[in-house]
């Protein structure tokens, strides 16, 4: 089929398909009947550029003039295949090339397959916006950051402009505005929502309005945001919380942009149900993280200073760095007459975490409702161990209660252990002397046991109360070397004769310093001092003056 007359050696007026035979100078030479259907302006002698689409023209004209002889050109134009609009369909053209030159064009009508490709492409584009959206959406728990996201991501490639309103805080709807192009604003508008179709039942999370229902025309002043010159179309449709409506979204198109399709209002509602997946979220980590907020605050140690001529100071450090709270806990309460001893409570629940730190509040609660016994360390311990045992959780503790009072210049302690590690006495010379006081922990038997000492600090002189996470603690050179009492009573040594919080301080350093990266139980510290004492020259020296911390 490469030789002869094109007109002898082919019945192309017979074919199915557009046919048409380009003479080398680029004149139409055969046109057959399906050809002229599409082309209407192609006659034998037309020049082929007057008669079919720019882009076959061009097809033709590329083909022509490489610089290949025609004998070598293939005859298969499969691989040299061009496609492009005809009218309102689409076709793709295969190259022929005979032996004199001519150039053989097959039409195919491909307006089928290229309405399946622009399908396949719109939805892969889609999913593509979906999942990046889902990403930007989900990287923020902020419930205002999840508004801007979702106002701007929709503005830029869903609409001309879009609304975010969430639900109504009292008589006011918050609401966050974006024109593409633009950047996100925000504002607390005193609206009736029942004015705009739809948007009501949208923020109550009922099914969107269809957007033909909705007349642009009648759309509210504070629907139309600055930038945008007039409204043609209009979605609204709801963000889905997780149980709870999370608002509505509202898209706004310009009187010069084509109404919404039905397809798009549905992929609305594909974005806008992640939009609302992800504000939900925001919102419900927002309310979780005040809860334990407040929560976190009541079971924190508290920040301890002087009280009645002694002085306190304390240090913790959780299990773990990203949880603020955990089974060791202090108290100190004043005593509530003068000269009253002021109580110490010190203890290390089993355990670590949140769950610890629910028991240590159960246990700071109790002691508080005992304090008018506060005298009687034993009676107040086996109270507590009571409670604890008949209470549903099976965890245990061990505690030292200090009561502390100032004589003079001196600090009266007594001191009761309940399976703790006895407190340790620094003088102000730098001598350590453990506390004579034992007993059984808390929480386990039916009956517990306790031995109260008595001692006294001069100025200078301090009682140091820690758990077993700083002696306990493993790491040093070797990673895995238990810190230990001995050392723990060497860094106190050097510590002798300054003030609490800076006792506190060294502690917690050379404790942290040896566990370095490496994992540790809570760690708890409490220093109770007699602070060193001035004294005050007589008045004119008349008087004998006075001591003062």
Known sequence: ???????????????????LAVDPQSRL????????????????GTPLADAVPAWLASAHARHVAEDVPAARRPTDGADRAVRGPVGEGSF???????DDGTVVWWLVDDTGHQLARDALRTERERTAFLVRSSNLLLSSLNLDRCMDVTAQLAAEHLTDAALVIAPARGSELPVVTCVRGGTPSVELLAVDPGAVPGLAEALQGFPPVPSRWIDPGAAPAWLVPDGLDGVGSIVITPLPGHGVPAGALVLLRGTD??????????FARLFAARAGAAMSAAR????QASITDTLMRELLPPVLHQVA????????????????VGGDFYDVHPATADGDASLVVFGDVCGKGLEAAVMTGKIRNTLHALLPMADDHQRMLSLLNSALLNSESTRFATMVLASAARDGNNVRLRLTSAGHPAPLVLRSDGRIEPAPT??????????ISTETVSMTLAPGDACVLYTDGISEARGGPMGDVMFGEERLRRALSECAAIPAEAVVEHVQMIASQWVGGGRHDDMALVVISAPRTNHLSAVDGHTRGRFTA
């Open 29 to 44: 030479a055969i046109v057959n009947e399906a050809a002229r259907l599409v082309f209407p302006q192609a006659r034998p």
């Open 309 to 324: 001529g002694v002085e306190y100071a304390g240090g913790y450090r959780p299990a773990k760095d990203h949880e603020r």
């Open 257 to 266: 942009a084509p109404a919404f399709t039905e397809s798009e209002e549905v």
């Open 284 to 287: 419900l980590y927002t309310e």
């Open 1 to 19: 089929m490469t030789s002869g007359s094109p007109a002898a050696d082919f019945r192309w007026s017979e074919a199915p398909y557009p046919v």
């Open 92 to 98: 793709e053209a295969h190259p022929t090339v005979r």
């Open 438 to 447: 034992k007993g059984t922990l808390v929480g386990v038997l039916p009956d």
